[in-house]
């Protein structure tokens, strides 16, 4: 059972950065694609950042350069590091699991509905 938990969201100004964690997760030693989705009001929920097994990741074109996806296996940790915060980030952020390995790459970004795993999401706002 993969427990998922998010913390770390808050208000920032434009520019500014958040970290996001996801832990603990109940790794049972299968292998899984982890995600961080997003969601603001009355938009879908999409996929923000992806890392694989192996770690390889994948990012949406809008926070490529900007967030970096990460894990910490000791830690059994997820994080997702946002640095330069735009205004349109502002959204529910959550952290996600499958073991459906190729949903790490699907393009141009694999969907919300993929993914089996959910934690209850924590909320970024950037004001400009």
């Known amino acids: 059972q993969v427990q998922l938990m998010e913390s770390g969201g808050g208000s920032v100004q434009a520019g500014g950065s958040l970290r996001l964690s996801c832990a603990p997760w109940?790794?049972?030693?299968?292998?899984?694609?982890m995600g961080w989705f997003r969601q603001a009001p009355g938009q879908e929920r999409e996929g923000v950042a992806t890392i694989d097994a192996d770690d390889s990741t994948k990012y949406v074109d809008s926070v490529k350069g900007r967030f970096t996806i990460s894990k910490d296996k000791v830690k059994n940790t997820l994080y997702l590091q946002m640095n330069s915060l735009k205004p349109e980030d502002t959204a529910m952020y959550y952290c996600?699991?499958?073991?459906?390995?190729?949903?790490?790459?699907?393009?141009?970004?694999?969907?919300?509905?993929?993914?089996?795993?959910w934690g209850q999401g924590t909320q970024v706002t950037v004001s400009s």
């Open positions: 996600s699991a499958t073991d459906v390995i190729p949903f790490c790459t699907m393009e141009p970004m694999t969907r919300w509905n993929h993914f089996d795993y």
């Open positions: 109940g790794y049972t030693g299968g292998r899984y694609c």
